[in-house]
């Protein structure tokens, strides 16, 4: 009389040996096609935007020497805070889809742990099964049979039985070793998410200490131009050396490709393109300056802090940087010596020689250039002529 070990205890280490076994599917590694570009077009006309984008910085370098110390301090200052914000967006989105994917990833994994226990479940009572009959089952099953048809048919089932559970052991090893990449991806996305916290804080430091550097250089600025004379003065300077900056634009500018596809041209859209932010105009075209004989070439469009600013017409932008009296300034070419100017912005996220679509976001509103109420300066010109924004943009 041979005695047995109890089913209890011997179940589990059954299915130890056989996860541990047997061989693991291997998946299958597609590969999506890549759009068809013309590598050598793309190159050449890139090196030549570069190439006359670097005449034009020669240029503005020109310019750029009649700053004062503090409008040089107040420059660096405000580039310095663009590039903080650029940064600290960037953690942000970082953070948020770091959030997802581990929602996506915990998802993934409960339902993963469901399919385990179920699976579990069936290998239990597939190794109940087999126990109970014992291990001459197959023998049993010959010698039982009389008949030769019932024979073959019994040993159809039998095989379709014996297939049944071997794919039972696979799926379950399989959901296993899911479960163990599901966890390690998990514990990847929780790392990177505790490291980009930890450098939010550390940005938004960083960004409060040049947000008090630039108050006191404002301070310092407006106590060097409280005559009215000078303000005036300085007012002038800035319109010539905008006029000067598009002067230089045109001319540099002037031979590169437009590579405007089938877009519509800029003058199509006189009376129905979109403001390039949300906001109340609080200065008007043509209006009058305070305290000056100048007048306004553009508009300013009061927002909240950090608004986003979308170029109204596809272009390639001409220029993206500080310049005195616009702060951080974007300028773009739509063709047919359309021009569009974004100012007092923030942050830029465009680089001159982009090409930008209609609706596309090119900076956040603020207060650069010595402002102290956020908001978006916008102009638009024909070559160096400012035309009313108010007879091209709707609503």
Not at 111 to 136: N, S, V
Not at 196 to 201: F, S, T, V
Not at 282 to 306: D, E, M, Q, Y
Request: glycine share 6%; net charge positive.
């Amino acid at each position: 009389m041979h005695s047995h070990t109890p089913l209890k205890t011997r179940i589990p280490a059954v299915i130890f040996f056989v996860v541990l076994w047997l061989p693991l599917a291997t998946s299958n590694v597609t590969f999506a096609n890549n759009d068809i570009v013309d590598p050598a077009r793309t190159e050449k006309e890139l090196k030549q935007v570069k190439k006359k984008i670097v005449s034009l910085q020669r240029i503005l370098k020109k310019t750029q020497s009649r700053r004062s110390a503090t409008e040089e301090a107040l420059r660096k200052s405000e580039l310095e805070i663009n590039k903080t914000q650029n940064t600290l967006r960037k953690t942000n989105q970082s953070i948020k889809n770091s959030q997802a994917e581990i929602n996506q990833l915990k998802k993934e994994q409960s339902h993963l742990q469901l399919a385990k226990r179920q699976q579990k479940m069936a290998l239990l009572g597939d190794i109940q099964a087999a126990y109970q009959t014992g291990r001459q089952e197959y023998i049993k099953l010959l010698l039982n049979q009389q008949e030769p048809e019932k024979l073959a048919r019994v040993l159809k089932y039998y095989d379709y039985f014996h297939r049944a559970r071997l794919e039972n052991i696979q799926a379950f090893n399989n959901t296993l070793t899911q479960l163990q990449t599901n966890q390690q991806q998990l514990d990847k996305k929780l790392d990177q998410l505790t490291d980009a916290k930890k450098r939010l804080e550390v940005e938004k430091s960083s960004l409060q200490k040049a947000q008090q550097n630039r108050k006191k250089i404002i301070a310092r600025l407006n106590a060097s131009i409280k005559d009215k004379d000078k303000q005036i003065s300085n007012l002038a300077a800035n319109e010539k050396e905008l006029q000067n900056l598009l002067k230089a634009v045109q001319e540099t500018l002037a031979d590169l490709p437009a590579n405007v596809g089938d877009t519509t041209p800029f003058i199509k859209r006189k009376g129905k393109l979109n403001w390039p932010t949300k906001g109340k105009i609080v200065r008007s075209f043509h209006s009058k300056r305070k305290g000056s004989h100048l007048r306004w070439n553009g508009v300013v469009i009061r927002t909240h802090g950090n608004a986003p600013v979308k170029n109204i017409h596809r272009g390639r932008v001409v220029f993206s940087d500080w310049m005195r009296g616009f702060g951080l300034l974007t300028i773009i070419d739509h063709g047919d010596s359309y021009y569009t100017l974004y100012g007092h912005n923030d942050s830029l996220l465009k680089e001159a020689g982009d090409w930008v679509e209609m609706g596309e976001v090119i900076a956040y509103s603020g207060t650069s250039g010595g402002h102290s109420k956020p908001g978006l300066y916008f102009e638009i010109r024909r070559a160096s002529k400012p035309v009313n924004p108010k007879k091209w943009c709707r609503g």
